[in-house]
């Protein structure tokens, strides 16, 4: 817990820059407004401000951390893909598996 803290602490997102990150990131994974905000059970219109000004609900928060990061991880919620390749991931794992 206080690791996740640390990393959240370090980082200090205003909620503009949350709601970039997330737009962002939807637009890298291939995802409309209109999909995602469908999954989360949002108007599109709530997303988009989400997206634009940061202004969000919990439930909406929540259900974006759920449709757009694998597994809800709160670590790494509405980070950017670090890989540009699937070469890239392939090498990373690669040299992670090595170190063991």
Partial sequence: MNE???AFAASKPDAASLGRRAAELRTQLERTAED???QVGVPVSE???FEHTGEASVEL???LLEALTPGGDLDHAFETPRFASI???IAYEQRRMARR
């Fill in 4 to 6: 996740l803290y640390g």
């Fill in 36 to 38: 995602v905000a469908r």
């Fill in 47 to 49: 997303l988009l401000r």
């Fill in 61 to 63: 928060l929540m259900g």
């Fill in 87 to 89: 070469k890239e991931v």
